[in-house]
């Protein structure tokens, strides 16, 4: 074992033996003849050492003379105690002990020679404040409680760590001070007692080695790897980190200290009470291991591998023991969950419930590749450590509720982070006034601008309706070809029959395409046509080809889905992409100034954007921020047309795609409606702005059958000469960056229901930059340029 020392120290250390010595000669000179003779005798022995009283400095004699130490130490070691008390000579507070009892000598050769005695979690700056407050105590007359509890970590010979709780009998020191060591006055003391943490003026006022402490102390060990595992374990699983339920990871060696098992594992599983499952707990991207599940995510609680040795734990949440697997697998029922555990290399096995207020939350297992390791015995340990873990276990649970709870509503009933403060603080009100009957106020913000663009697919409907019917076609021409290749007895005018319906049908898909005419079509090929092939004895190859045909349906429709599924794909892609692209750009004009952002996929991608005072209150809002969101909205809008046209020639089915914005320059106000659970504009006026905005897209020029949108340009529709000017300066600024082309249409929109005297502006993206643009300009860069 090492002579580990702190380096630095307010004392300079001697051992002696001076107060025992004086305890001897007063032995050695009282009546009691066979106690004074002893004494006599041992002080005799060891005269030729005076270093034994005046302080041994030189700590090599100490071993070289441990026998006749320990014949001097013979009344505090008692020999018929020696290998109960774990017991030795120590320094205070420093890595150094001699004259063990046995049984601490045991405990330190188990450990093995390369092992060092060390006190856990104490470092040298602990040391000196430590060894300043005796000094403090002991001289000063204070009354300073540093202490806290000390223990030695020492493993076993099977390698599970123990915990040694440290006592020490300071009876056989004394503390003397050196010419060196500066006098403490009560201002010292109190500067003191408020800078725990500022060593160097504990040692400014204790100077290294001012003070002498002479003797030697006694530290006395008690096993306490129970109560220090459990505290320590305790601790683990208080911690606010859901990641604590983690036990398998960070606790397994606390567990093996608790119950002396050198090779145990610790597995855990929850219960999902809403589908009777047991489940894995995660942990961020990583699962925790479970035995019971193994390699599986979930199971079902009454699946039979299971057993009905697992009704205890279910149903009276009882602790379910295995000490010897192999003999439990031969019991009949027994065999499946048998050698489930022993292909884990499980011998035996302890599955505790983890249960509050009669609830089932999860359950705890234990296992061992030894047999009898674990068994009902032993498992009475798991009383000590229950209770914190199903706390644990339940803060678990609520924290993936919340979690759960927060993607709901982020995916599905999302409440933008502009508007959020203002939910929130409704929601206080609730909280604090902690009534039921609480009448929630609407959410209302007035006096915002709304913003509107979209990016839509060009001719979607069209395209929709030419791949139903192009695989419709198919699907009827793959028919006929399996009645024309038919050579089998089948009822010839029954045959002819359908195949003159079929190219009727054929003939019908020549014509505009109706609403119900692919559900007629599928009507009379699953009640008319999949029969006949179903029942028919064909030729071997003809059956071939009907096995294919069958294989080559939808699972939902029963239809050709080929031609659609091309297109369906390319449209998810293309909304993917751009909506991700619009995501990110978002989050960056957020920066602007705070506003309402939402947005939706259909046939392209639709936003919508509010910004004004009431969006963020806190901030003082200026027409500059509207101009610099327009301009915004402009840009990235451009750069979504630039990042399709990179994108369109890599997909399945080629769609273009036309741009709109919609100008709108008078506030509004909008309000959350409850019951469906999103913003919608407020009042009769507001209502024209979503009228336009719902009709505007499919409008077309006055006095033209042409669309107000083209492919691969960007159409503003606007009512007011001030916005047509302001967004020709947008236009005239992005020509010069060349993101648009120089060619610019201006145009009347057709009158719309209960809307006229609409003007548009067109103008086509380049495609000939990548995107994304290098930057986004803002509108005081328009400015500059524009000076």
């Known amino acids: 074992m090492a002579q580990f020392f702190f380096k630095e120290s307010p004392f300079k250390t001697l051992i002696s033996f001076h107060k025992l010595i004086e305890n001897l000669e007063e032995i050695a000179n009282s009546d009691v003849d066979y106690r004074a003779k002893y004494a006599q005798a041992l002080l005799q022995e060891i005269e030729p050492f005076p270093e034994f009283r005046t302080g041994i400095e030189d700590f090599d004699l ?3 003379k441990s026998a006749l130490i320990k014949n001097l130490l013979a ?23 001699f004259n063990y009892t046995e049984r601490f000598k045991k405990i330190v050769d188990e450990a093995g020679v390369l092992f060092d005695i060390a006190i ?26 540093f202490n806290k509890p000390l223990f030695y970590e020492i493993p076993n010979k099977k390698g599970i760590m123990n915990q040694y709780r440290i006592l020490y009998n300071a009876d056989f020191l004394e503390i003397l001070p050196t010419d060196s060591a500066p006098e403490i006055t009560p201002e010292d003391i109190d500067l003191l007692m408020d800078n725990f943490d500022n060593i160097a003026l504990w040692k400014e006022k204790f100077p290294v080695e001012s003070w002498i402490l002479k003797g030697f102390g006694i530290a006395i060990l008690f096993d306490a790897t129970t109560e220090s595992s459990i505290s320590k374990l305790k601790s683990n699983l208080l911690k606010p980190d859901k990641e604590q339920i983690a036990i398998q990871e960070n606790s397994e060696s606390i567990f093996r200290s608790i119950f002396k098992i050198a090779d145990l594992r610790v597995g855990i599983l929850l219960y999902n009470a809403e589908e009777d499952q047991f489940i894995k707990p995660t942990i961020n991207d990583s699962s925790l291991h479970s035995f019971i599940l193994n390699e599986q995510q979930e199971i079902a609680c009454q699946d039979g591998f299971l057993g009905c040795s697992f009704e205890n734990l279910l149903s009276n949440n009882q602790i379910v023991s295995i000490s010897n697997v192999s003999n439990f697998s031969q019991i009949p029922g027994n065999e499946q969950l048998g050698q489930h555990l022993l292909s884990q290399n499980i011998q035996s096995c302890v599955f505790a419930p983890i249960v509050k207020n009669g609830v089932l939350l999860g359950v705890l297992e234990l296992v061992s590749a030894n047999p009898r390791a674990l068994n009902s015995i032993n498992a009475s340990k798991l009383d000590l450590i229950l209770p914190y873990l199903i706390d644990t276990v339940e803060r678990y649970n609520i924290d993936m509720q919340n979690q759960i709870e927060a993607v709901i509503q982020r995916e599905y009933t999302a409440i933008h982070q502009s508007v959020y403060w203002k939910f929130r603080k409704e929601a206080l009100k609730y909280v604090q006034l902690q009534t039921r009957d609480y009448i929630f106020k609407e959410i209302v913000f007035k006096e915002v601008y709304p913003l509107y663009g979209q990016i839509d697919i060009k001719g979607s409907s069209e395209h929709r309706n030419k791949t139903v019917t192009d695989d419709l076609k198919n699907q009827i021409q793959a028919l006929l ?29 020549d014509q505009p395409f ?17 029969p006949i092939l179903k029942t028919t004895k064909f030729s071997e190859a003809t059956q071939i080809e009907v096995n294919n045909y069958f294989e080559s349906l939808d699972e939902k429709s029963g239809l050709f889905y080929h031609s659609r599924k091309k297109f369906d794909n390319a449209l998810s892609i293309v909304n993917k992409k751009l909506a991700s692209l619009l995501d990110a750009k978002q989050a960056e004009a957020q920066k602007i100034f705070p506003h309402y952002y939402e947005r939706f996929k259909t046939d392209g991608v639709e936003h919508n954007l509010y910004i004004g005072a009431s969006i963020a209150p ?13 301009l915004w909205q402009l840009q990235t809008l451009c750069e979504m047309v630039m990042e399709h046209n990179q994108l369109k020639f890599s997909l399945p089915y080629e769609l273009d795609v036309t741009t709109l914005i919609l100008v709108f320059s008078s506030p509004i106000s909008i309000r959350f409606r409850m019951d469906e659970k999103r913003f919608d504009v407020d009042g009769t006026y507001n209502a024209r702005y979503e009228v336009v905005k719902k009709r505007i897209d499919k409008a077309h020029i006055k006095n033209k059958k042409e669309r107000i949108t083209g492919q691969e340009k960007i159409t503003i529709v606007y009512s007011h000469n001030n916005e047509e000017q302001e967004y020709l300066n947008y236009i005239k600024f992005l020509q010069f960056k060349k993101i648009l082309e120089p060619t610019i249409e201006q145009f009347e929109v057709e009158d719309l229901q209960g809307v006229s005297g609409l003007r548009a502006i067109r103008v086509k993206v380049c495609n000939n930059i990548s995107s994304p643009l290098e930057k986004l300009y803002s509108y005081q860069d328009l400015l500059d340029e524009i000076q």
């Open 62 to 64: 100490i071993f070289e």
């Open 75 to 97: 009344d505090l070691f008692p020999t018929a105690l020696t290998h109960n008390e774990i017991k030795a000579v120590a320094i205070p507070f420093q890595n150094f002990t």
């Open 618 to 630: 806190t901030k003082s809002f200026e027409n500059l921020y509207l101009h610099n969101l327009r």
């Open 514 to 530: 109706k609403a119900d005419t692919e559900q007629q079509i599928q009507h009379y090929i699953e009640n008319e046509i999949h």
């Open 120 to 145: 856990k979690d104490f470092d040298a700056d602990q040391f000196y404040v430590m060894s300043c407050t005796l000094i403090l105590n002991e001289i000063y007359g204070q009354q300073i409680d």
């Open 481 to 509: 070809n399996l009645f024309s290749n038919d050579n089998s007895s089948t009822n010839l005018v029954l045959v002819e029959q359908r195949k003159f319906e079929l190219q009727t049908l054929i003939s019908e898909l």
